[in-house]
């Protein structure tokens, strides 16, 4: 009798010991506590009923979370991956869910315009998993039950995303100064957002152009019509070659993400002045037939190269001839030295380029820029030929036109003469 009761204390000391070893190998409590779903069915589709439930837990250490859905076939959808967690306070833990988790693709299904980001489950009954792993590997998980009913599952698509030219230069010199960026929505009741992303990370946001574009959240067409903020007055993204994003997103939260790619070269906002505000005329006074000539100095102080066109400074003028019948029309973006007479019947009828062959720089098609950080001299003639009819004395004045753009406060009416011509 002794032998039986000594054998059965060693036993019950064995089965102590192991329990206490198991507790000290779990922890004091268990990690994952109090988990609940408030609903075991949702009919997520935006009609404000049954569209979400909340999920409560507490954590009684940090730990790593999961919260994942298992289809019958074993399928998994994941709402929260491995996110760090500290244990939880007085509160517990506590999410929304609303039928929508990382994006999946159903069997056959390929999207060559987009990727699925964030995507509705379908119809169907599914096993939920909240689970947590502590720092030293330990996990524990509880799980459930959702049936998943009536739900928005269409997609909304962005098809056909294009940005064209490939490769721009917002600068306002005329030439590839814009890109155009089309892209086609399918669905309704749908938020787009179209960025470029740069490699800091910065956004920059492109607007729709609302002439030309669907009207916000519904289907259709949407364009934009992208000058990188230069006709503002901002200065554009550095150069370089970003990805251009097209996200949508319904109503329901499904997210839905296009690329493209776009380069910007020689971007920059053009600032171009007559150095000092000062034209040096030849004569306040000039006899009928012959000539008034000026001499001034034009300074790209800015960042971005500024094309011109002829005639070349030096040319000398007819007052009843103007660059058009010179052959030298107006170029939009182009910048040209410009003087004006009130007598004259066009705006600034008399232009030049804002530099000569020593320092502009020619581009691969031809055209004509003054470097950035550059001083030009300008010089030419008006040999007035007639003033019937014409004002006299008069004021003339020198300008720096950027064509089709603007003429600038600080370079309109430089430095005015008052002209007499002298008849006979």
């Known amino acids: 009798m002794t032998n039986n009761r000594l054998r059965l204390r060693v036993v019950l000391l064995g089965m102590v010991g192991t329990v206490l070893l198991l507790l000290t190998g779990c ?33 009684s ?10 289809d019958p076939e074993g399928n998994r959808y994941v709402f929260r991956d491995h996110e760090p967690r500290a244990p939880s306070a007085e509160e517990p833990y506590a999410v929304y869910f609303s039928g929508v988790v990382d994006g999946y693709t159903l069997p056959g ?44 599952t269409a997609l909304p698509e962005l098809l056909n995303f294009t940005v064209s030219p490939p490769v721009f230069t917002p600068n306002r010199d005329g030439i590839s100064d814009r ?6 929505l399918t669905k309704e009741d749908t938020s787009l957002t179209v960025y470029l992303l740069g490699e800091d990370g910065t956004r920059y946001h492109v607007e729709p152009d609302e002439r030309t574009t669907a009207v916000e959240g519904e289907p259709g067409l949407y364009s934009f019509d992208y000058d990188a903020g230069v006709d503002l007055g901002a200065e554009p993204p550095p150069d370089g070659t970003y990805i251009v994003y097209a996200e949508a997103q319904d109503a329901v939260g499904q997210h839905i993400v296009a690329t493209a790619t776009l380069t910007l ?18 004569s306040t006074s000039v006899p009928l037939g012959e000539t008034l000539t000026f001499t001034l100095t034009v300074e ?8 011109t066109s002829g005639p070349p400074p030096g040319t000398v003028y007819d007052s009843d001839q103007n660059y058009a019948t010179l052959g ?5 973006g182009v910048f040209r030295v410009g003087i004006h007479c009130e007598n004259a019947l066009v705006n600034y009828p008399w232009r030049w380029a804002v530099g000569d062959e020593s320092v502009l720089v020619e581009d691969e098609e031809g055209h004509l820029y003054l470097p950035p950080d550059t001083r030009a001299v300008v010089t030419g003639g008006v040999r007035f030929v ?28 430089v430095d005015p003469v008052f002209l007499f011509i002298e008849v006979p």
């Not at 075991?40 to 569209?51: C, E, F, H, S, V």
């Not at 250490?61 to 298992?70: D, G, K, P």
């Not at 987009?114 to 947590?132: C, I, K, N, S």
């Not at 008069?394 to 600038?408: K, T």
Request: net charge negative.
């Open 109 to 152: 299904e390929t999207f060559e315009d987009f990727a699925v980001t964030r995507r509705m489950l379908q119809d169907g009954v599914y096993t939920w998993v909240v689970e947590a792993t502590d720092e030293t590997g330990h996990t524990e998980r509880a799980t459930g039950t959702l049936t998943i009913e009536e739900a928005d």
């Open 328 to 332: 030298e029309t107006i170029q939009s």
């Open 179 to 184: 890109a155009r960026l089309n892209v086609f």
């Open 300 to 307: 790209n102080d800015g960042t971005t190269p500024i094309r």
């Open 27 to 59: 922890g004091d409590k268990p990690l994952l506590l109090d988990v609940t779903f408030s609903k075991d069915r949702i009919t997520p589709n935006a009609d404000g009923q049954d569209d979400v439930l909340r999920i409560q837990y507490r954590l």
């Open 61 to 70: 250490r940090s730990a790593e979370l999961s919260i994942y859905f298992l």
């Open 265 to 282: 070269e020689n971007g920059g906002v053009p600032k171009a002045y007559i150095y000092l505000g000062e034209v040096e005329w030849s």
């Open 386 to 413: 007639d003033v019937e009819g014409a004002r006299n004395p008069q004021y003339c004045w020198a300008g720096l036109i950027h064509e089709d753009v603007e003429i600038s406060q600080v370079n309109d009416r």
